[in-house]
């Protein structure tokens, strides 16, 4: 029935972008809650660069009341490649600001298959599989391959000095609102490979699968969640 439901979703939205699945180049501008509460914004942009490199980025960071006690500003890009349809990270970075600093790096050497991983003062090296992404990469891809059909995903992650498996699992089809209204999407949950924290994405079919919503439950109980408040390049 699952197949069903989504096959006939994907047939109203595939013949947009013929056969080119990967989504164009968009910005989205983001509200962040936490705990329910209003507490800043996000943009996630994605852009063409040239010699077939693309640059994913997005930007969050605490807003009005909030900030001036806990100002806080993330940072996260990935530089990649598509050539035929083979999508290849080169490098990634996470910086946080605030309270608490945090930053980590990933430079993808795929000529010598291995990747150097930069985290927490330390630097390791991690033997690179074919079809590797990184934290943020993983995302767009997923965007992809929602519109090609799949709904199994399963992504292989450079991270913290080793490959992690990404398996989100498809949850149902759920209607959300949104600063551009209300919206239908498929539900993915994503559970840590400890159990200790939980993700969820809503993608949208009429806006090529883009995360309209996407939710990070920590281990704590915390909730914090970001919601689409407008989108450019994908309509």
């Not at 914004?41 to 077939?52: F, H, M, Q, S, V």
């Not at 970075?93 to 790096?105: E, M, V």
Request: charged share 25%; hydrophobic share 35%.
């Amino acid at each position: 029935m699952k197949q069903i439901v989504i096959g006939f979703l994907l047939l109203c939205s595939c013949a947009l972008y013929a056969q080119d699945y990967f989504p164009p180049p968009f910005t989205a501008e983001y509200k962040l809650y936490a705990n329910d509460i209003s507490v800043g914004k996000g943009i996630r942009t994605l852009t063409a660069l040239k010699d077939n490199k693309w640059k994913l980025e997005t930007i969050g960071e605490t807003t009005g009341l909030i900030a001036f006690f806990k100002h806080i500003r993330i940072e996260e890009s990935s530089i990649f490649t598509r050539v035929a349809e083979k999508i290849r990270p080169k490098e990634y970075s996470y910086h946080q600001t605030g309270k608490k600093s945090r930053t980590s790096t990933v430079s993808f050497d795929w000529s010598k298959k291995k990747a150097t991983n930069t985290f927490k003062g330390k630097t390791k090296e991690i033997l690179l599989e074919e079809g590797t992404l990184d934290r943020l990469l993983y995302q767009v891809v997923l965007m992809q391959e929602l519109k090609q059909g799949k709904y199994r995903l399963e992504y292989k992650i450079a991270n913290k000095g080793k490959i992690a498996v990404y398996t989100p699992t498809f949850i149902g089809i759920e209607k959300i609102e949104t600063g551009i209204g209300e919206l239908k999407t498929l539900k993915y949950e994503r559970i840590s490979s400890n159990k200790k924290r939980r993700s969820i994405l809503w993608c949208a079919p009429t806006l090529h699968y883009l995360p309209v919503q996407v939710e990070h439950v920590e281990p704590d109980g915390d909730v914090f969640t970001l919601v689409l408040q407008s989108v450019e390049g994908l309509k």
